[in-house]
């Protein structure tokens, strides 16, 4: 039975993931084409800023209740649906005639992405074994900064290639196709499959009692999870470190680069491939690190600090403009760093009871996204404030300074990061399931 669920599990985590790998994409999408959108649509950057940040409030405002559908609806028909809305989205997006339009497009598309990843988390937590539950996360997170990979270099020569348009009706093709791989081949837990739970192959001491506790209202999931002190620090860390980097690594960068050193769109589209190389590698590696040392805060807490100095290094580093071989190791470090992002999750499932995990990962994803849509906004603000007037290609050309005032606000983001993780308490035992005395 078991040699049986190891066969499936890796399929079924694959699709479901690949699921959330789109909306990851379409996070990032919008840096490659900022100057053509501000061109196209007469944006100024607090507007364009505005069409970025809405995918994070739509995110982060959903999270609990994407915790909650993951809970009850199952994995298999949140992340199907989900993915149909993101369809939908995209090919307004690539029809828009007005920025209203392409606004209520990334609304859609915001919406669907907001309840693919706590399914895929479901789909770990219910599939893997505690001790793998970090290091499978890990990998998890490497194949969705896949969407963010193709959302660089390659959406940059999609975009030359056959314009922003195009590529929009691209991703809701490849959306509508991933959607479909998900309602066929992903089923919800070991039991909907005909196996054991993993909960009953590892013996866990609760797992008796998860099957005779009552069911949970909203309400009572609610204050279980708000209640749980430790949940806390683990909020800021998210806030911190995927806030700051969704802030600058996912929608100014491009910008900052071409209109700071003259760089053209590809060009500069490769610095963010470098961060999502990184982001690639440190979600495999700082998973695995955190499974193999026993300690959650720790890898965190190193991640964080060494993100700090970098954001701090592009913000003050010859009066914000450094060397522009600098940007290819920091690109890469903070990109790696975003490795801590699958340590959280994977800390939900040490501190969190069973029934209602998926709600308490949805309050740390939404302190990530919580983030990034209060300051992608602001950053976009900060610029148009500092503004001289200067106007080439048909948008405004901010100079370097009001980007170096501009990164503070990403630097803040992380140093909360830094501070949840000083804040976090290791477990002894990773295996030993959260009960009431926890909180």
């Not at 837990?189 to 013996?203: D, Q, R, T």
């Not at 501190?351 to 300051?375: D, Q, W």
Request: hydrophobic fraction near 50%; aromatic fraction near 12%.
């Amino acid at each position: 039975m078991m040699a049986r669920a190891y066969r499936q599990r890796w399929r079924i985590w694959f699709v479901a993931v690949l699921g959330h790998s789109v909306g990851l994409f379409h996070r990032a999408a919008l840096g490659p084409m900022a100057d053509q959108l501000m061109a196209d649509f007469g944006l100024t950057a607090a507007a364009f800023g505005s069409l970025g940040a809405i995918y994070y409030y739509v995110y982060a405002a959903l999270q609990l209740p994407s915790g909650t559908v993951a809970d009850t609806l199952g994995p298999r028909k949140a992340i199907t649906f989900s993915l149909l809305i993101t369809t939908a989205g995209s090919i307004i997006m690539g029809l828009a005639p007005s920025f209203g339009v392409l606004y209520f497009g990334r609304l859609l598309v915001s919406f669907g992405g907001a309840f693919a990843w706590l399914s895929a988390l479901k789909v770990i937590m219910n599939w893997f074994r505690s001790r793998e539950v970090a290091t499978v996360t890990g990998l998890a997170g490497a194949i969705n900064n896949s969407g963010q990979l193709v959302a660089a270099t390659p959406l940059a020569l999609l975009i030359i290639a056959i314009g922003w348009r195009g590529s929009f009706f691209t991703a809701a093709a490849v959306s509508l196709v991933v959607a479909l791989l998900n309602w066929v081949i992903v089923k919800d837990s070991p039991e909907k499959a005909g196996l054991p739970s993993i909960a009953e192959i590892e013996n866990e001491e609760t797992y008796a009692q998860a099957q005779t506790a009552p069911k949970l209202t909203v309400v009572e999931r609610l204050n279980r999870v708000f209640r749980n002190r430790k949940l806390w620090p683990v909020f800021l860390v998210a806030l911190g470190t995927y806030g700051s980097y969704a802030t600058f690594f996912l929608n100014w960068l491009v910008v900052y680069l071409m209109q700071t050193y003259g760089l053209t769109r590809d060009y500069a589209s490769s610095f963010a491939m470098a961060s999502a190389v990184g982001a690639i590698l440190g979600t495999s590696a700082l998973g695995f690190i955190s499974d193999y040392m026993h300690s959650r805060r720790i890898p965190i807490m190193v991640a964080t600090s060494i993100s700090l100095v970098c954001y701090l290094m592009i913000a003050l580093w010859n009066g914000g403009a450094p060397p522009l071989a600098a940007f290819w190791p920091i690109s890469f470090i903070v990109g790696f760093n975003i490795g801590a992002m699958p340590i959280t999750y994977a800390t939900v499932r040490d501190i969190v009871e069973p029934e209602v995990r998926g709600m308490g990962s949805g309050l740390i994803n939404m302190g990530g996204f919580a983030g990034a849509a209060v300051v992608q906004p602001l950053f976009g603000y900060v610029l148009d404030l500092n503004w001289q007037g200067e106007i080439l290609g048909g948008i405004r050309h901010y100079p370097v300074e009001a980007f170096q005032k501009a990164m503070f606000l990403p630097c803040g983001l992380i140093a909360l990061g830094v501070l949840g993780g000083i804040l976090m308490r290791d477990r002894k035992r990773f295996t030993r399931m959260a009960g009431p005395h926890d909180k």
